[in-house]
């Protein structure tokens, strides 16, 4: 295990999240981030790490990968909480429960119809081809209903803290904009043009989409086609009572993600790419007034032998290579010259008998490698010591980049492990390494 290169506590704020999520007016943490650096296993730790302090935690993941589940002791995850075994509570703290789900955007927006209408429009809506396609995969459809459920799970109250994994996307940025599109676009003008028809109703609707709307329809029928036109405006008939609530939710959940209890973590690698897109969402947490607690620097390297830099390792390794005269420890084997070997070759030739060779062969103890195998060997191992160091140095520069740029905020790092996690165990080891702040261990 090798600690990696740990924080400055002068010149960066340290976050501590043990008080973060023990504060029982923390009531929703947000992971956010983009894409690849470890928001599920975070929140998934997080959530653990909670429980197991006495929280009852529900985690909201809309990772589709069975790994999470998998981990936690689950078969598999879906739209309803699952309780999570083996929860080992710290000493004093009692009643702490771990649930963890996995979002179904179909069926939480199937939820939403099941919930705001009737049973024969809501038979119509599921039916309906257009809604099929939108709840399954419109864009801002995931982000939309993560937001939707966490609303839900907040309203039933059940748990001390919901723990939310945000959808991964190809902009951090599409978690806080996406909801409100959707929500627009089904609140929006189109679709009450769509829907003028309907609620003018009879004849007089009919000469109305006939005469008033007929450039409109003939216009988007070309576009979308004849059917997939007739298939909106059924859906949009059918949905008549329920438009108007979408932005509503929208518009609560986001008041929700702004108030107090709420706690934001930004959750990155050490990487150019990953920490500007965490720098453009700590900039837009700001301008939304949304409730920051600070970056988790996820999968820090580190290196055991940290005092021996780059350019030292590399001259050591050319030196080796170049089979010059080196420095040799005591009982390391020396260098020897063609005509040297053959001398002591001549000098040392022992009997040929049959006992000399028996005698020999058990007497004898093994030769040392040859010197240009370890020399290789050692120039090696030097090299790939120097490219960690380089790496090391890329990631300090990193982090010093996004310190200078926003010191406000607070960072806890986590060093890399050597594989992924698959077990509660794993969870709580990188519960203990966010819990560990400026000084984390065991990086790889």
């Known amino acids: 295990m090798t600690p990696p290169l740990s924080l400055d506590p002068a010149h960066t704020r340290i976050l501590d999240v043990d008080p973060l999520i023990d504060d029982p007016k923390t009531r929703i943490v947000v992971c956010c981030g983009s894409g690849g650096v470890g928001k599920t296993t975070t929140a998934a730790a997080l959530g653990l790490r909670a429980a197991e302090r006495g929280r009852k935690v529900v985690v909201l993941t809309i990772d589709p990968a069975r790994r999470l589940a998998q981990s936690m002791g689950i078969d598999s995850l879906d739209n309803t909480p699952r309780r999570v075994k083996g929860i080992e509570t710290v000493e004093g703290a009692d009643g702490g ?11 939480t927006f199937d939820e939403i119809v099941e919930a705001h209408a009737d049973g024969q429009r809501a038979e119509a809506i599921l039916g309906n081809p257009f809604y099929q396609s939108l709840s399954a995969g419109f864009a801002g459809t995931q982000e939309y209903m993560a937001m939707e459920k966490l609303g839900q799970l907040r309203a039933r109250d059940e748990w001390d803290l919901i723990v939310v994994d945000t ?24 679709i009450r043009i769509l829907m003028a028809p309907a609620k003018v109703g009879g004849r007089a609707g009919m000469k109305f989409l ?58 990155a690698a050490p990487e150019r790419d990953a920490l500007r897109e965490a720098a453009y969402f700590v900039e837009r947490l700001a301008a939304e007034d949304m409730p920051l607690a600070g970056l988790v620097l996820n999968r820090v390297h580190g290196s055991g032998a940290a005092q021996l830099s780059a350019e030292r390792a590399l001259a050591a390794a050319e030196n080796l290579d170049e089979r010059g005269i080196v420095d040799q420890e005591a009982g390391n084997v020396e260098l020897r010259t063609p005509e040297e070997a053959a001398l002591t070759d001549d000098t040392t030739t022992t009997a040929t008998t049959p006992q000399a060779t028996a005698t020999a062969a058990t ?8 010197p240009a195998a370890t020399d290789q060997l050692t120039a090696a191992l030097l090299r790939l010591h120097a490219e960690r160091m380089q790496l090391l140095a890329r990631e300090q520069r990193t982090r010093d980049r996004f310190a200078a740029l926003h010191p406000e905020v607070a960072v806890t790092e986590v060093g890399a492990l050597p594989g992924d996690v698959h077990d509660l165990a794993g969870l709580r080891t990188i519960g203990d390494r966010l819990a560990a702040g400026s000084n984390p261990a065991g990086a790889v």
Do not use: I
């Open 210 to 267: 006939n005469v008033g709307m007929s450039m409109m329809t003939g216009a988007l029928g070309k576009l979308l086609g004849g059917q997939l036109l007739r298939d909106v405006q059924t859906f949009v008939a059918a949905m008549d009572t329920m438009f108007g609530g979408f932005r509503t939710r929208a518009d609560a959940t986001y008041k929700l993600l702004q108030a107090p209890g709420t706690a934001f973590l930004v959750v």
């Open 363 to 370: 007497t004898t103890p093994a030769a040392p490698p040859a």
């Open 167 to 190: 959808p991964p996307s190809r902009s951090a940025l599409d978690f806080l904009d996406a909801p409100k599109r959707l929500g627009s676009f089904l609140d929006g003008k189109l």
């Open 97 to 107: 429960e771990l649930h963890a789900m996995m979002l179904d955007m179909k069926r």
